[in-house]
């Protein structure tokens, strides 16, 4: 909740109540990714990612730079994260340049739009992708040597036979051309 007391008069914004869908996104961003976030303070990753996503950032008026600047200048000096009032102030320092030939009040009121009722978007963070490396490992068609024995045309496994050398017992070193013509040799002389 917040108090009069310690919200500037430039936010009041004749009690409006739209306040408390910013806290709620500022909490929402500010414990994004952090385990140990306890959503009243928040760090500079998580600051860009909310202007990014929100839309402040739009590569004219605003850009990740900017941003960065706002949030060094907001920040208490050793701090290495900003309050929500900081964060406030950061969308004031941010208002007027984002939303040009508006009033302070009116940019002021749009900036805090595009906050309002957002969260943190999570595109594209985990994406199991089937590339041409795992094609090329599984093509059975591919395979050399005394791999290719162990699959048919098709692809499937042919078993034992494929696996495994079945030896026989001829007496002949095996891929011997002649085996077998001894016998006819020896009856011919």
């Not at 795992?134 to 290719?148: F, M, P």
Request: net charge neutral; with cysteine; proline share 3%.
């Amino acid at each position: 909740m917040l108090h009069h007391d310690v919200v500037p008069d430039s936010l009041r914004m004749a009690e409006n109540p739209d306040v408390e869908p910013l806290l709620e996104s500022f909490r929402k961003f500010a414990v994004h990714g952090d385990t140990s976030a306890t959503g009243r303070e928040m760090n500079g990753k998580n600051w860009a990612k909310l202007c990014k996503d929100c839309k402040i950032v739009d590569g004219k008026n605003i850009t990740g730079t900017d941003v960065d600047i706002v949030f060094s200048k907001v920040k208490a000096k050793t701090a290495r994260v900003i309050t929500y009032e900081e964060f406030q102030k950061a969308l004031e320092e941010l208002a007027p340049k984002r939303f040009k030939g508006q009033s302070e009040e009116e940019a002021l009121q749009s900036i805090c739009r595009l906050v309002e009722g957002k969260e943190p978007a999570n595109t594209g963070i985990t994406k199991v992708v089937k590339t041409g490396a795992v094609d090329r490992l599984t093509d059975t068609s591919k395979y050399t040597g005394s791999h290719k024995e162990r699959f048919d045309e098709s692809g499937r496994g042919r078993g034992r036979i494929g696996r495994e050398d079945l030896v026989e017992n001829t007496g002949y070193v095996a891929g011997y051309k002649n085996a077998g013509t001894y016998e006819e040799k020896i009856k011919s002389e």
